[in-house]
């Protein structure tokens, strides 16, 4: 009676399925407002420069205009640029809409047109007349890149390269072996099918309600208040559905600084959508050039590794991620060198794609392992295993687990590894060339301050609330699980509520860590309630529990039972009604432990495994097969969770073989700005994704030992299929991605 | 035909039939199927993801057939029978693809869901696909970039199978 199956563990389906396969999930431009009015936006056609003037007379005369806003007559809002810095923001001053006649990047919003109707604000948007002044601009990373600079200020959270360790350029010189080259990573962008778009409700009292495409409603909360000088009483965020973020809705986008602008200063309700083509005017991963230099002994031992990198960044905020720290962290040397810098274009400013940095840095260490391999003639994995290290050797700390062994165990096993040929271009397929390629992934595992809040009912139904987003990693799924497996419920017993601003606080929803943040926090709220909810049932006349404490008893089916005599038990009904309650309620906040992290570090790994096929006359390359291989802990939901990493490998074969925003440096422009010639994979590029997931118990990481999977799928990928290349080729293509044209002239 | 010169504002009503039901409404000669659908009538299980044709997001059955609505304009509408997500499940209970699609996790953020579900209700019906390969194919013009395709391919098989057994069952 006590063995009714968890739910955390098992494979479940979402929880809110029925509401996204219906078309009822509502995301942000899609709530209803009586009298909504719609935005425009007018995108600037110069990259850097100023505007001397507009012409707006034609545009005011379509029927329907209600008022277009520019920086000559938009109303005052927060003076200094710090005001406009949110959660996320990298050092800087970041872009303030509207705010001067300034232009600081191509495709910069100057203008906005609100209408009574959306046809009306985007017809009168085009007969807009601009004229501008341009200023010379630079967008040519190869150029700018010789006056990089390390960045003075650093970002908060994202640790600088730590100290050399022993002479890695001596090291490197008196070398038996070595490998040295540079390798590079085109600009991409999110691209989550959902454009950027924020409905802004005007509600009565001058309050407002923002719907906004959003991975962190505080976060849009904070940005708002602080912008246009509201209290946070009078701005609630309500965002329970986001149409894919990947990094691209952390920072709040200029869309919802136009939405509610314009909703403030006509008291009325408005929407603004992003076009496809706008979606490329704001944050995408940087262009990034990596140098890495890897010495070894002829057994393969590493003796010194080197690994500096130069991204692009804009003029107005020095955006960091965390490129090559990776490359002190997977392999054993005894001298280490790694160095990041920036360079500035005149672009928006970069920011968090997907595992941002981690799949850049490592598609360049991952394939400079592979051409060590190449040069000593050792196994790829063979090789790993020879440097692999039980510490961070960054930091030098000790982990709080790491399986990936048990990842290249486990995946070479099932992609059947052992027959794999060491010779490129010694393996075939008909017509075909066939490459078996692997590379290694690492991500941090980290968790944040949450709370949550559980409310019991008598009827035996829980509420689960909390402002973290589901932006599609399941969210509202595990949550459920982690409830209804506390109060021993059926899944469809439980509701769980997110994405809205006035539930107990949630940090953004990224970095992987929402499940071990919200998960602990909800894990903790439950234990509360379920103490409430024994001390309720001892009160019970002739109750069989009045000596038990909290381990002495399971929730199991709507009742609290003894553990010792199961059938001895008092139902949850019960338990309320005789204390005269309709309800219990529980909040609660978990924290990252202080010590811990000092201690110890904790990262997810992986190990990918590719198959290419390559046509050998033309070049093109398809990626047949992949095997991921993942160390992340507890898996709280295995279907759920490998539809995560099946997401992320699909991210790398993109990133691979796809994924570029191509810039025309004369004009300074983005030349591919939208899908038909921004690739992305497709259902076709797409086939034979397997994903492992290997023990790993870690109850040192988190409460509830779960490490993050929004990540990790993504990371190693690339190289993998890159490595696969060179395999199936001899070709050895350093720079991503790996189009055709690349392989042609190799 | 009569040629008729419009004022910018002027309205042309139109009747389609919407899932089944017929609405008579006065569209803008600009506004698309799409816009008529998410901000005229408030149906926004139909998506925007690209508004050029180029994503799949705003598919909907035009008699029959699978379509972009982004890239029709409403007021070409007139007298077409036009499905929507909404308009799939037969009251409280769901199309099977829709059921299949929950099933097999076949998609995250369910934001380029309605489209493909729409997409894959007319490949079955279409007939021309047999293989996982070809679902592949004649699915491509429905991005995810979720990456849920593995799992969309799964719920199509899913119920391709289920309708080759209720075609046995029937032909016994
Ligand atoms: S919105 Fe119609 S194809 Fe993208
Ligand atoms: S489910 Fe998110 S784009 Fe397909």
Request: hydrophobic share 40%.
């Amino acid at each position: 009676m006590l063995s009714n199956d968890p739910h955390v563990g098992s494979p479940r389906s979402r929880v809110d399925g029925p509401a996204k396969v219906t078309g009822r999930a509502s995301y942000a431009a899609e709530f209803k407002a009586t009298g909504l009015t719609h935005g425009y936006i007018l995108s600037s056609a110069i990259p850097r420069g100023r505007i001397r003037a507009f012409d707006l007379a034609a545009a005011l005369a379509v029927p329907g205009v209600l008022q277009i806003f520019t920086h000559e007559n938009r109303p005052q809002t927060a003076w200094f640029a710090s005001s406009y810095r949110d959660q996320v923001a990298p050092p800087g001053k970041p872009l303030r809409p509207l705010y001067d006649a300034e232009i600081q990047h191509s495709d910069q919003p100057i203008a906005l047109v609100v209408a009574s109707t959306f046809e009306a604000a985007r017809d009168a948007a085009s007969l807009i007349g601009v004229t501008y002044e341009r200023a010379p601009h630079e967008t040519d990373l190869e150029r700018a890149r010789h006056d990089s600079y390390e960045p003075p200020k650093k970002r908060s959270g994202i640790a600088p390269p730590p100290d050399p360790k022993g002479d890695a350029t001596a090291a490197f010189g008196g070398a038996p072996i070595k490998v040295s080259a540079e390798y590079s990573l085109a600009t991409e962008h999110h691209n989550p099918m959902e454009l950027h778009g924020t409905t802004v409700v005007w509600e009565s009292g001058g309050k407002i309600t923002v719907h906004d495409k959003t991975q962190g409603t505080l976060n849009t909360q904070g940005y708002v208040t602080s912008v246009f000088g509201l209290s946070s009483d009078d701005v609630r965020v309500v965002s329970p559905f986001v149409g894919g973020g990947f990094g691209s809705a952390l920072r709040p986008h200029h869309q919802l600084f136009l939405a509610v602008m314009a909703s403030l200063v006509l008291e009325r309700s408005v929407r603004v959508e992003m076009t496809r083509t706008q979606m490329f005017s704001h944050v995408h991963r940087p262009q990034t050039i990596n140098t890495v230099a890897i010495s070894a002994d002829p057994d393969g031992h590493i003796l010194s590794l080197q690994h500096n990198a130069v991204a692009a960044t804009s003029r107005y905020e020095d955006y960091q991620e965390n490129v090559v720290n990776w490359s002190g962290m997977l392999y054993h040397s005894e001298a280490t060198q790694l160095g990041y810098e920036l360079a500035k274009l005149d672009i928006p400013t970069p920011g968090d794609m997907r595992a941002p940095g981690a799949p850049t840095g490592l598609f360049a260490l991952e394939s400079a392992m592979d051409e060590l391999a190449h040069a000593t003639g050792i196994d790829p994995i063979e090789l790993r295993l020879r440097n692999y290290t039980e510490r961070d050797e960054n930091d030098d700390k000790p982990l709080t687990s790491k399986e990936l062994r048990a990842c290249y165990a486990e995946g070479a096993a099932r992609f059947g590894w052992s027959r794999r040929k060491m010779t490129p271009r010694s393996m075939r397929a008909g017509k075909e060339l066939v490459g078996w390629g692997m590379a290694s992934g690492v991500w941090e595992a980290m968790m944040m301050k949450s709370s949550a809040r559980a409310t019991l009912g008598r009827d035996g139904r829980l509420e689960i609330a909390c402002a973290a987003s589901d932006i599609g990693t399941g969210t509202y799924t595990i949550l459920s699980q982690i409830g209804a497996d506390a109060l021993g419920l059926e899944l469809d017993a439980v509701t769980v509520k997110l994405g809205d601003s006035s539930l107990p606080m949630a940090p953004i929803q990224g970095g992987s860590w929402t499940a071990a943040s919200s998960g602990s926090a909800v894990t903790l709220t439950c234990r509360s309630l379920c103490e409430t909810l024994l001390k309720h049932a001892k009160a019970v006349e002739g109750s069989p529990l009045t000596e038990a404490a909290i381990e002495d008893v399971a929730f199991n089916g709507g009742m609290i039972r003894l553990r010792r005599e199961p059938d001895r038990a008092v139902s949850i009904t019960d338990a309320l009604a005789a204390a005269g309650l309709d309800q219990i309620e529980a909040e609660e906040t978990a924290s990252p432990g202080l010590i811990a992290p000092m201690r110890r570090a904790s990262y997810t790994h992986s190990a990918v495994f590719a198959e290419v096929h390559v046509d050998e006359q033309l070049d093109i390359v398809r990626v047949t097969r992949v095997v991921s291989a993942i160390a992340a802990g507890r898996i709280l939901n295995p279907k759920t969770a490998r539809s995560q990493i099946i997401g992320g490998v699909v991210w790398g074969i993109g990133m691979a073989l796809h994924e570029e925003t191509m810039t025309d440096h004369r004009f300074g422009r983005f030349m591919n700005s939208n899908l038909g010639e921004y690739h992305v994979p497709v259902n076709a590029d797409i086939d034979g994704i397997e994903v492992i997931f290997v023990e790993e118990h870690d109850d040192k990481v988190n409460p509830i030992g779960v490490k993050g999977l929004g990540e990790i799928g993504v990371v190693g990928t690339a190289a993998a299929i890159a490595n696969a290349i060179h395999h199936a080729t001899g070709k050895r293509i350093r720079s991503l991605p790996i189009t055709v044209d690349k392989l042609l002239a190799a | 035909m009569t040629l008729r010169t419009l004022a910018p504002d002027d309205k042309i009503g139109i009747t389609i039939s919407l899932n089944g039901r017929p609405v008579q409404v006065e569209v803008d000669t600009a506004t698309t199927l799409l816009d008529l659908l998410r901000n005229h009538l408030a149906l926004t299980g139909t998506k925007k993801g690209c508004d050029h044709g180029q994503c799949g997001a705003c598919t909907v059955l035009i008699d029959g057939e699978r379509m972009n609505s982004c890239l029709k304009l409403a007021v070409m509408m007139d007298g077409r029978e036009i499905t929507t997500i909404e308009g799939l499940a037969e009251g409280d209970e769901l199309h099977p693809m829709q059921r299949a699609f929950i099933e097999r996790d076949a998609f995250q953020c369910g934001y380029c869901t309605p489209g493909q579900i729409c997409s894959a209700v007319a490949l079955v019906e279409e007939g021309h696909a047999h293989s996982r390969e070809q679902i592949r194919e004649l699915m491509s013009g429905n991005i995810c970039r979720c990456g849920a395709y593995p799992n969309i391919v799964d719920a199509i098989e899913d119920v391709m199978a289920e309708r080759r057994g209720q075609f046995r069952e029937a032909a016994e």
